[in-house]
């Protein structure tokens, strides 16, 4: 069986390409940077270099495939994010269609359900709906919780200010995820034929800011880290001066709100919040406390 990868050699893309090629997969790997070539082929599987946003590309590449794991590359462009990210789908879709791929896994988020108020992930709402008109096409989306890697993020604000903090409060339950468990999710459902459109929500657990605050503070010898609230004109300004681009900040703060008012995570809990990851905070926190 052959299945091919977005993604490069990834967070996700890598443990989910090792997890099929143990099984005995042909497995190609598209990544655009051309350097990442012998370490992809070094695990066993085929490169495939060039853009996710070309759909003459990805027609070539998913031609006799059996199946595919389709993710878009998170703020393609560092401008125009929502546009591009949308485009690159549409490349996908194209390419899918004319290569007749049948089966397809995407990467997608909590959240996508919703077309504006929910920060970048407005970018992957389009492409879920294009998927979603795909004839004769099995598709599952994998709609991933916030990622645990985001709190990589605080590690300047905890060894500068001695706080971790985004615009949500410290009692909010957060759906999070490692991308370990998606590649697991992944790696299942590439392995399954599918029928029809679905939705598979991958979680990992759902904790509050404060309980990641505490678990990671604890982690690297801060027990009593807080866990800070902070406005939207701070998550901005902390974002801009942290040298992030202002469209960037913006949208990353738009999902802030989105998850304080709880839009983001609302089909997710209307779904029974199933959890079904095995990487749990405590988990996290030992990866944590050995990079920090």
Known sequence: MKVIITGSLGNTGKPLAEKLIAAGYDVTVISSNGDKKSAIEALGARAAIGSVSDAVFLQQVFTGADAVFAMTPPNMGGANVIANTAAAGKAFATAITAAGVRRVVMLSSIGADLASGNGPIAGIHPIEQLYNALEGVSVTFLRAGYFYLNFYNDVPLIKGMGIMGANFPATLALPLVHPADIATAAAEELQQPGTGKNVR????????????????????????????????????????????????????????????????????????????????????????????
């Not at 309980?211 to 901005?236: C, H, M, N, R, Y």
């Not at 681009?245 to 703060?253: F, H, N, R, S, V």
């Open 201 to 292: 929500y991958v979680v990992s657990g759902v904790y509050t800011p404060a309980e990641v605050a505490k678990a990671l503070g604890t982690a690297i010898g801060k027990p009593e880290l807080p866990w800070v609230e902070f406005t939207d004109e701070q998550s901005l300004q902390g974002m801009a001066q942290a040298g992030i681009p202002q469209e960037i900040a913006a949208l990353y703060t738009e999902m802030g709100v989105g998850l304080r008012t709880g839009k983001i995570q609302a089909d997710f809990e209307k779904n029974g919040s199933p959890v079904t990851g095995a990487t749990k905070l405590e988990d996290f926190a030992k990866e944590f406390a050995q990079k920090f």
